[in-house]
T-cell receptor
Framework: DAGVTQSPTHLIKTRGQQVTLRCSPK?????VSWYQQALGQGPQFIFQ???????QRGNFPDRFSGHQFPNYSSELNVNALLLGDSALYLC?????????????FGQGTRLTVV | EDKVVQSPLSLVVHEGDTVTLNCSYE??????LLWYKQEKKAPTFLFML????IEKKSGRLSSILDKKELFSILNITATQTGDSAVYLC???????????FGSGTQLTVLP
């Protein structure tokens, strides 16, 4: 049973560039949430996708956008990269409408902006 | 704004010691509290707590939730070097069941 997979694992970008991160949810899951984890901090919620729509958004600027595909996989796009966007980006998958079940996390993408 | 505070921020103990990690929270529309262990990258699930006063146990780890006082503790007995990790507390809330995390407790277990 494949867990949550993210790609790439590491990425280095220059300020002002754009980046796309990808996530495939755990088999049987239909909901994908994205989190940003800065060094020494806990993950922060960016947004959640279900049925190909953004359902909930955290306190992140519009430079952060996403997409969910019919196969439930998801992309996170960040435009006009800033140095402060350097972080570990985690994807978590879950099954919509199933309380008392935990979200599963991928290994993350380490983004470095120089 | 939802808030989760963990203490201590870091802890260094020797193998065999018992540790208690703390988590307090203030959230609207509480659904559950979760504990995760993060060694390198992916947080791995430890416990989900929804009811007050019911201890959850897995081997040397146990956790309990107090919904009246808005806190949870995670206990690890007979610690091993493999327990060294960041322990994250998160509260699930809202219709999207989003997670609000604390900053984590960095546990280091020395041989």
């Amino acid at each position: 049973d494949a867990g949550v997979t993210q790609s790439p694992t590491h990425l280095i970008k220059t300020r002002g560039q754009q980046v796309t991160l990808r996530c495939s949810p755990k088999s049987g899951h239909d909901t994908v949430s994205w989190y940003q984890q800065a060094l020494g901090q806990g993950p922060q919620f960016i947004f959640q996708y279900y049925e190909e729509e953004e359902r909930q958004r955290g306190n992140f600027p519009d430079r952060f956008s996403g997409h969910q595909f019919p196969n439930y996989s998801s992309e996170l796009n960040v435009n006009a990269l800033l140095l402060g966007d350097s972080a570990l980006y985690l994807c978590a998958s879950s099954l919509f409408g199933t309380p008392n079940t935990e979200a599963f996390f991928g290994q993350g993408t380490r983004l470095t902006v120089v | 704004e939802d808030k989760v505070v963990q203490s201590p921020l870091s802890l260094v103990v020797h193998e065999g010691d018992t540790v208690t990690l703390n988590c307090s929270y203030e959230v609207t529309n509480f659904r559950s509290l979760l504990w995760y262990k993060q060694e390198k990258k992916a947080p791995t699930f430890l416990f989900m707590l929804t009811s007050s006063g019911i201890e959850k146990k897995s081997g040397r780890l146990s956790s309990i939730l107090d919904k009246k006082e808005l806190f949870s503790i995670l206990n690890i007995t007979a610690t091993q070097t493999g327990d060294s990790a960041v322990y994250l507390c998160a509260v699930e809330s809202g219709s999207a069941r989003q997670l609000t995390f604390g900053s984590g407790t960095q546990l280091t277990v020395l041989p």
